[in-house]
C-alpha cells in the first residue's frame, strides 16, 4: 500500500517544500517573528491546504472544471492579494520593532482561497491521486492526511529558515534588501500566476 502511496508522498513534498507564496511568508515570518511567532501560521496554512484539498478531492475542483472563469478570478484575485502582500513586506520591520503582526491561524487558512499554488495542488491531488477502490470521503481524507502530515515539516522548514537568518538582519541595510527580496519574490510569483 505504501508503495502505492509513494507517488502522491511525493508530489506532496514538492508542492509543499518549493518556493510559493505561502513558503515566502513563512520565511518572512520567521525572520520577523522567529519560530514562536511563525507558528499559528504554520499550523492555519497547513490545515487550510489539507481542508482545502480535501473538498477539492470531494468535487470542488470540478467547478474549476466546468466554470474556467473562476480559475482565471482566482489567478487575478490571488495575484492582486500577492503584490498586496509584497507592499506590505517591504516596508516592514524586524523583532519587537515590527509594526505588523504574524499572521493568524484564521488568516493563514483563509489565505488558501486566493492562493493560486494551494488550488493547484489541491485540483492535481483530486485528479491524479485520489486512491482507487475507497470511497471519496475516505479518499480525499488520506489524501488531505498525508498532505498535511508532510506540509508540516516542509513549512517548518520555511519558517525555520527565517529564523536562522534572522541574525543577519540586525542591520537596517541587509534588513531592507532581505525585505525588498523577499517582497519580490512574492511580485514575481503574482506575474507567473497571471501567465
Not at 466546468?66 to 495575484?79: M, S, Y
Request: glycine share 10%.
Amino acid at each position: 500500500m505504501w508503495t502505492d502511496l509513494l507517488p502522491l508522498m511525493t508530489y506532496c513534498f514538492v508542492m509543499s517544500s518549493t518556493p510559493g507564496p505561502n513558503n515566502v511568508m513563512l520565511a518572512t515570518s520567521g525572520a520577523q517573528f522567529g519560530y514562536r511567532g511563525a507558528l499559528p501560521q504554520i499550523l492555519g496554512q497547513t490545515s487550510g491546504v489539507a481542508v482545502q484539498t480535501y473538498f477539492t478531492c470531494l468535487g470542488l475542483g470540478s467547478l474549476f472544471v466546468a466554470f474556467p472563469v473562476l480559475h482565471q478570478i482566482l489567478r487575478i484575485t490571488g495575484a492582486v492579494y500577492l503584490i498586496y502582500l509584497a507592499w506590505k513586506l517591504s516596508g516592514s520591520a524586524l523583532g519587537a520593532a515590527a509594526e505588523g503582526k504574524p499572521l493568524t491561524f484564521l488568516q493563514s487558512v483563509l489565505f488558501q482561497a486566493v492562493n493560486p499554488k494551494s488550488w493547484v495542488k489541491a485540483i492535481t491531488l483530486a485528479s491524479v491521486f485520489m486512491p482507487v477502490g475507497m470511497s471519496a470521503p475516505m479518499g480525499a481524507l488520506l489524501v488531505s492526511v498525508l498532505g498535511l502530515l508532510i506540509g508540516l515539516p516542509s513549512a517548518s522548514m520555511w519558517a525555520l529558515f527565517g529564523v536562522a537568518i534572522r541574525r543577519l538582519l540586525t542591520d537596517p541595510r541587509k534588513q531592507r534588501i532581505f525585505n525588498l527580496t523577499m517582497g519580490a519574490m512574492l511580485v514575481v510569483l503574482a506575474i507567473s500566476f497571471l501567465r
